[in-house]
């Protein structure tokens, strides 16, 4: 067996692998066998190549150091029930939502004792007297709590989210429950981001409209959240969301921009590694302009592998260094795994990379604008394969008209993104050219106008696709045996590309033999609302003594989930009765003694005023539920109830929706 030319492949795969399977790998003799192992053969030039499996268990430890507990982490401390007093450094400002302001923090001292570990931080907006930055201080004796979940099925897990960047625990604050103390240390990063806040500040104090200045936030100062949701998802819908956040192709405009402007430093003595550095320098300059967030570090990254690589031209292989960027990025922070940003932009890099190229040999205009046009496309479909799949998965959607919208807009993107950089520095300056943003204002407003009509043709856009995780890995596997078929035209690459059609076809028969078995009832979670559903197959059936329309959110995301093709709302009932199943509805009417009915599962509904104490008594059933119609402090008193009699008491508030299979 011979090894590769290029071996940080192979390890880039063990080691990915490793931090996949960590959570499911407990750190003890094995571990140790598995890095002995390879070490040992390897004395053997028969099986040296298989030096490369340690980089398997080198993943796992380092995934799993990674997330550990640390000794001094502040809920080490919290164990005891008296108050703690809590000193907390605020690391980054977040997008408030209507009612409050929200914050990533780091608490550093527990009491007396130093103590590290990040936290989602809440404060009442109409509390919050004084602005917070990063680095500042708060100090309070409030004790964090769990973060919940709160979820639905296919809906964002926030919850999962904060705990795969180490955040379990959150504060809610109101004014008299914290104290500010101004930082007068702070760090370079500290400084950068606050320098970033006041560079929006800045921008906010021209004379820009609204519009031109939440798209200069997004694309020049990684704010996406400052834009309006519906204006977010209209560049969802339109396939562009990308150009919103900074990614590869901002830093490949940028890049491609630098390279046009330096070009002169190349005449001057060792000219051509001078030009290398400035550009690599200035893009990473760009990067702390732009707040050095993890999304911008992560392109910048990137970046600077393709920018040695295009302008050394001692590196043969692009994908070497993109490889390399991949490496060092998951070494240094392991979270990036998981972030589908990552995920996207280095599979979006690679199809440009290697699918491009294939589609540019299909043919070859003879005239320069058609070129140019052929050149948009080829790169569009080929970053358009390689994260379609990643995407579907994901977002349960594929815009349809994506092509379109980058024929509109990418080629005038690279001056769209150079004249914002421009046009803010100016602001920096206090220089505000009255014309210049006028036209900005125009351009920015037809901008949206475009991206809003072409996503409100609701046609062309797919939605409620659903993609299992095993059916992603084989269209994946499709992919790369198409291409290996296109590029060796060997027919052991085309016998395995018919193997994975077929495969897909036993796994899309099975999960829809699956889906057919499905029977439950769902008790979901909404805010001052009871929803109850049964599903049965490919139906569901709704029942809501409140008025829900069939577009509501969790019904989108249910279908995401699971395919329903009838979906039918119904009057709602007290009782629900299924085989062993017999769920009896409590709210405000407080029935609950109904002749020759014994309750199984109760819920409980909008405050009802009734003593569970004897419900739980008549009834005795195996279960107790409370959703988001009840005030917290009736599911407490509840709750309390319930363990007297040591029945099992669910908050949907908390856990979210639950499924009781039939």
Same mark, same amino acid.
């Given at each position: ?55 398997? +268990? ?30 907390? /450094? ?29 936290? !989602? ?24 709590? +769990? ?171 692009? !994908? ?26 280095? !599979? ?240 405000? /009417? ?26 739980? !008594? ?45």
């Amino acid at each position: 067996m011979k090894a590769p030319k290029f071996p940080l492949y192979i390890v880039t795969l063990f080691f990915v692998s490793g931090m996949l399977i960590s959570p499911w790998v407990e750190l003890n003799w094995h571990i140790g066998v598995f890095i002995i192992m390879p070490f040992l053969m390897a004395l053997s030039k028969k099986y040296r190549v298989f030096i490369y499996l340690v980089f398997l +268990p080198l993943g796992v430890i380092h995934h799993q150091q990674f997330f550990s507990i640390s000794k001094i982490h502040f809920s080490q401390f919290m164990k005891e029930e008296k108050e703690k007093s809590l000193l907390i /450094k605020v690391s980054q400002i977040l997008k408030p939502n209507e009612f409050q302001s929200r914050y990533y923090g780091e608490i550093i001292q527990v009491d007396q004792q130093k103590s590290k570990g990040k936290i !989602l931080i809440n404060i009442e907006k109409n509390t919050l007297k004084k602005i917070l930055r990063s680095g500042d201080f708060i100090f309070t004796q409030k004790k964090p709590k +769990p973060v919940l979940s709160r979820t639905h099925p296919g809906g964002f897990d926030y919850k999962k989210y904060l705990n795969r960047i180490k955040i379990y625990n959150q504060l809610s604050l109101k004014d008299q429950d914290f104290v500010i103390v101004k930082n007068q240390n702070l760090s370079f990063l500290d400084h950068l981001k606050n320098w970033n806040t006041d560079l929006e500040k800045k921008l906010d104090e021209s004379s820009l409209g609204q519009a031109s200045k939440r798209s200069i936030k997004a694309i020049l100062l990684g704010k996406r959240n400052a834009m309006d949701r519906e204006l977010i998802q209209a560049y969802a819908d339109a396939g562009v969301i990308h150009i919103l956040a900074i990614s590869g192709l901002h830093m490949g405009v940028i890049m491609l921009f630098l390279g046009f402007i330096l070009k002169p430093l190349k005449s001057i003595p060792a000219g051509n590694w001078i030009y290398i550095i400035c550009i690599i320098l200035l893009l990473w300059g760009f990067a702390l302009f732009a707040g050095a967030g993890p999304s911008v570090i992560r392109a910048v990254t990137m970046f600077t592998g393709l920018a040695i690589a295009r302008y050394a031209k001692r590196i043969h292989s692009t !994908l070497h260094l993109l490889m390399v960027s991949l490496f060092l990025l998951l070494v240094l922070y392991p979270p990036f795994l998981y972030q589908i940003g990552f995920q996207m932009s280095y !599979l979006a890099v690679l199809g440009i990379i290697k699918i491009d190229p294939v589609l540019q040999r299909l043919w070859q205009p003879q005239y320069l604008i058609i070129q140019k046009i052929w050149k948009i496309t080829t790169v569009c479909l080929a970053a358009q394969m390689a994260v379609a799949p990643l995407s579907i998965y994901y977002f349960h959607q594929f815009p349809g008209l994506f092509m379109l919208t980058n024929w509109m807009i990418l080629p005038f993107f690279g001056l769209f993104l150079i004249g914002s950089l421009g046009l803010l520095i100016l602001i920096v300056l206090n220089i505000e050219f009255q014309p210049l943003i006028v036209g900005y204002d125009y351009i920015v407003t037809k901008m949206n106008e475009t991206i809003l009509w072409i996503a409100h043709q609701e046609g062309f856009l797919f939605k409620n696709m659903r993609l299992s995780l095993l059916g992603l890995i084989i269209i994946y596997a499709f992919l790369v045996f198409l291409y290996w078929c296109i590029r060796f035209r060997k027919i052991k690459f085309f016998t395995g590309l018919l193997s994975i059609v077929l495969l897909f076809q036993i796994v899309l028969f099975f999960e829809r033999w699956d889906q057919s078995k499905q029977h439950h009832l769902w008790l979901f979670y909404q805010h001052n609302k009871t929803v109850i559903g049964h599903q049965s197959s490919y139906k569901m059936t709704l029942y809501s003594p409140q008025d829900i329309s069939r577009g509501e959110s969790f019904i989108n995301d249910f279908k995401n989930k699971y395919p329903i093709d009838t979906l039918e709302i119904r009057s709602f009932k007290n009782t629900y009765i299924s085989g062993a199943l017999h769920l009896l509805v409590i709210d405000e /009417k407080k029935v609950y003694e109904i002749a020759k009915f014994k309750a199984s599962h109760v819920l409980l509904t909008n405050d009802p005023k009734v003593n569970l104490d004897r419900v739980l !008594l008549y009834h005795y059933p195996k279960m107790v539920f409370a959703d988001g119609s009840n005030k917290p402090w009736n599911v407490s008193r509840w709750k309390q109830s319930c363990q007297k009699l040591n029945i099992p008491l669910v908050n949907l508030r908390e856990n979210g929706a639950v499924k009781i299979s039939l």
